[in-house]
């Protein structure tokens, strides 16, 4: 009991100076979205009330605040492992002298000035930190974790990828070449290298956590098989590139702040072109804040999972403003309803029941926004060697300027700009290519509550390189059929047309038929002309 009371005073006397980073408030929602699996022709859709609007996360700075829970553990075991970041880097500790200060420094990371401590006298700590109020910041060592694996009963409504994901994508292939001469390090539990799919990999590692032992690497291993599979059967999107293997997570799948940003700095200083961050939490890191921004400043480019909790409350470092923020979507394109959401998310990849390879030899059906983060980090290194004079920032908007709509058309809280294609990223450059699709539906959830007429969007997009100048879009539901005649549609642009129904009976289901046919040219593609849907209302 004195001791308790004890720790509390000390907490009382020096909190005016203690910086901590709080975890987000845990907020349980609703998705709005309609979510999907697909019965022979027909889309599953499943629609739920609204959402709150997200958060606004651009200043990451605004969430360290003071924790003085952090300090009333009774062991003290919150004082064995934090992190001390001088807020000038070249700020220099004499460690001769840090036992007169109660601290120890574990380890330390020199050019971000953040150092990994242990305190053995509360007191002397206590003291230095008075001593040197400005110059320091104190938080806690935050633990991240690769994403929790999304609720069965959420995946039920989803369309599983199988074996399909790459044709989905639209990828060729002829791509064996695909990724040469560039360097993906992959931040994960480890890479088993020895894997059928990987072997021929171009390949290093270095463990920072754990053992050498292959138990525990499954998640890194489905990671690195999306991005650089080497089996004819098995080929990832960028198999020629070269894979760094940054262990900052034990067998568990989980790690903290300091060896993530410690592993950030390692593949940079490795000469990594991308950062496959396929994990994450609910805190922001002082720590890997400034490794972030060293990597920036190396012009390396970071991907990172948004994180499979379902809640508007994108991960961190997912919701960092210099990571590209990967959603999931299943073999319907619909984003997934175990995908979290938020104004950070970038972009959208295939992420339910995607083949991949695993530990101990094995394959699985890996679903979850962590494979849908390593297709982008696979696109981004296969058009990067596609075009090696191309700066990483026209990569990107490559990849932006040639995503596949879905969702709310425009940028939307849930798939940001779109889902990344392939085929229309590589064919960008050709002229001539006629393809229009129907890409979905969107129900403003503002809608669903209230009775009566409801209206909703059936969008198409122009998917191909050649204007299309006349096309016509039919719709049937509950009876009725709509002819829209659509025309002067440029290449990604998209176009909406608002219907109404009377929604009747809640919990009824709407199946909608829409099918569009483009006059006076061939499409391509035609299999996107036609989308087939059953919607259950709320």
């Known amino acids: 009991m004195r001791l308790s009371i004890w720790i509390v005073c000390l907490a009382l006397c020096v909190g005016a100076i203690f910086i901590f980073n709080l975890f987000s408030p845990h907020e349980e929602t609703n998705s709005n979205r309609s979510k999907s699996t697909e019965n022979q022709a027909a889309e599953l859709a499943l629609i739920s009330p609204g959402k709150p609007p997200a958060k606004d996360h651009s200043d990451l700075n605004k969430e360290i605040k003071s924790d003085y829970s952090f300090w009333d553990d009774k062991s003290l075991k919150g004082l064995s492992d934090i992190l001390l970041t001088a807020r000038d880097p070249d700020y220099g500790l004499d460690a001769e002298n840090l036992s007169m200060d109660g601290f120890e420094i574990m380890d330390r990371l020199d050019r971000l000035g953040t150092m990994r401590i242990r305190v053995h006298d509360p007191d002397a700590f206590a003291r230095f930190l008075r001593d040197n109020a400005d110059d320091f910041e104190l938080q806690k060592n935050i633990r991240l974790k690769i994403p929790t694996v999304p609720e069965r009963r959420m995946l039920e409504m989803e369309k599983s990828f199988a074996g399909t994901s790459m044709d989905w994508l639209g990828t060729t292939q002829d791509r064996w070449n695909s990724g040469t001469g560039i360097k993906v390090a992959v931040l994960d539990t480890g890479i088993d290298s020895n894997h059928e799919s990987l072997v021929g990999l171009n390949f290093s590692e270095v463990a920072l956590v754990g053992e050498d032992s292959i138990s525990g690497m499954g998640h890194g291993t489905g990671i690195a098989s999306i991005i650089a599979g080497q089996t004819e059967g098995f080929l990832g999107l960028a198999p020629a590139s070269e894979i760094l293997s940054v262990k900052v997570l034990g067998k568990d799948g989980e790690g903290d702040s300091f060896t993530i940003a410690k592993g950030i700095m390692l593949a940079v200083d490795q000469g990594a072109d991308i950062i496959n961050l396929s994990l994450g939490g609910r805190s922001s890191s002082v720590a890997i804040n400034n490794a972030i921004q060293y990597a920036k400043s190396k012009d390396v480019l970071l991907v990172s999972a948004v994180g499979n909790d379902g809640l508007n409350d994108v ?44 530990e101990n030899s094995g394959f699985v059906e890996f679903s979850g926004t962590s494979i849908s983060a390593a297709f982008v980090t696979g696109a981004l290194a296969h058009e990067l060697s596609r075009s090696p004079l191309q700066n990483k920032k026209d990569a990107i908007e490559a990849l932006y300027a040639n995503v596949d709509e879905t969702e709310k058309p425009g940028k939307d809280i849930w798939a940001g700009r779109g889902v990344i294609n392939m085929r229309r990223l590589d064919q960008r450059n050709t002229p001539g290519i006629v393809d229009a699709a129907v890409v979905g539906y969107y129900f403003d959830p503002s809608n669903l509550s209230s009775s009566g007429t409801i209206p909703f969007q059936v969008t198409v997009q122009n998917q191909g390189t050649a204007w299309i100048q006349s096309m016509n879009l039919k719709v049937k539901y509950k009876g009725l059929e709509k002819d829209f005649r659509l025309g002067n549609l440029s290449s990604g642009e998209t176009r909406s047309e608002t219907l109404y129904f009377d929604s009747g009976t809640p919990g009824k289901e709407l199946s909608i038929s829409s099918e569009l046919n483009v006059f006076g040219e061939a499409d391509n593609y035609p299999k996107n002309n036609v989308r087939k849907s059953r919607l259950f209302l709320p």
Request: charged share 15%; aromatic share 12%; hydrophobic share 50%.
């Open 315 to 358: 991960a961190y470092p997912a919701r960092h403003q210099d990571v590209i923020a990967v959603s999931s979507v299943d073999a319907n394109s619909r984003v997934s309803t175990f995908a979290n959401f938020g104004p950070e998310v970038d972009l959208a990849a295939p992420g339910v029941g995607v083949f991949t390879a695993w």
